[in-house]
Every structure is written in structure tokens, then in C-alpha cells.
């Protein structure tokens, strides 16, 4: 499966957003959380795992929805498991990618 990446750029650092595809364009809400996927922060462009997952490896901030995508951060070994959340089912993460 393929998942949609997005980066954003400031100054010296890099935040992915990385998006199941299928997921992209939704609105997820459960009790007072909310994974809102339609908005610009997620669309970028469609990438196979391999390249997602260089991306992932190489930024600064990951910001992870999705099985696929979660699934690439802990085999990237940015998250683990126990970090992650879930809203209606759908997987999410974030993390802050410390490069020595």
C-alpha cells in the first residue's frame, strides 16, 4: 500500500506528514478527538514504502496516521508501539526524531 507524504521546511528542521492514502481527505472523530486528514498539512505527494521510508528516517518530526504509516515509523524504529494512539480504530503517532 502506498502512503501520501508531505513535507514542511522551516529553517534548519523537517516535519513528514504521512498519510495512509485511503485516509486522506477525512475527518476521524471520537469523544473529543478528532485526526482532521483534509487538511493541507497531509496532502503531498504518493510515495511507495521504501522512499516513505527514507523520508521518515531522515526527518526531524514525524506525524504518522494510518496502519501503513504507523507500521513504516516502528519498522524505522522512530515509534513504538506502545506510543501509539488510536482514534475510531485509526492508528496515529507523533514523533521528535533526535539525530546524533
Known amino acids: 500500500m502506498s502512503v501520501t507524504?508531505?513535507?514542511?521546511?522551516k529553517e534548519?528542521?523537517?516535519?513528514?506528514?504521512?498519510?495512509?492514502?485511503?485516509?486522506?481527505?477525512t475527518k476521524i472523530e471520537e469523544n473529543n478527538l478528532i485526526l482532521d486528514l483534509t487538511s493541507d498539512f497531509y496532502k503531498g505527494e504518493e510515495h511507495d514504502e521504501t522512499t516513505a521510508g527514507d523520508l521518515i528516517r531522515n526527518a526531524d518530526a514525524?506525524?504518522?496516521?494510518?496502519?501503513?504509516?504507523?507500521r513504516l515509523g516502528i519498522e524505522?524504529?522512530?515509534?513504538?508501539?506502545?506510543?501509539?494512539?488510536?482514534?475510531?480504530?485509526?492508528?496515529?503517532?507523533?514523533?521528535?526524531?533526535?539525530?546524533?
Request: charged share 25%; net charge positive.
Open 5 to 9: 507524504v508531505k513535507i514542511h521546511k
Open 12 to 25: 534548519d528542521r523537517t516535519v513528514i506528514a504521512v498519510c495512509d492514502t485511503p485516509l486522506l481527505g
Open 62 to 70: 514525524v506525524n504518522l496516521v494510518g496502519r501503513t504509516a504507523i
Open 76 to 100: 524505522e524504529g522512530i515509534i513504538e508501539e506502545s506510543n501509539v494512539k488510536k482514534v475510531k480504530g485509526v492508528p496515529y503517532a507523533q514523533a521528535v526524531i533526535v539525530h546524533d
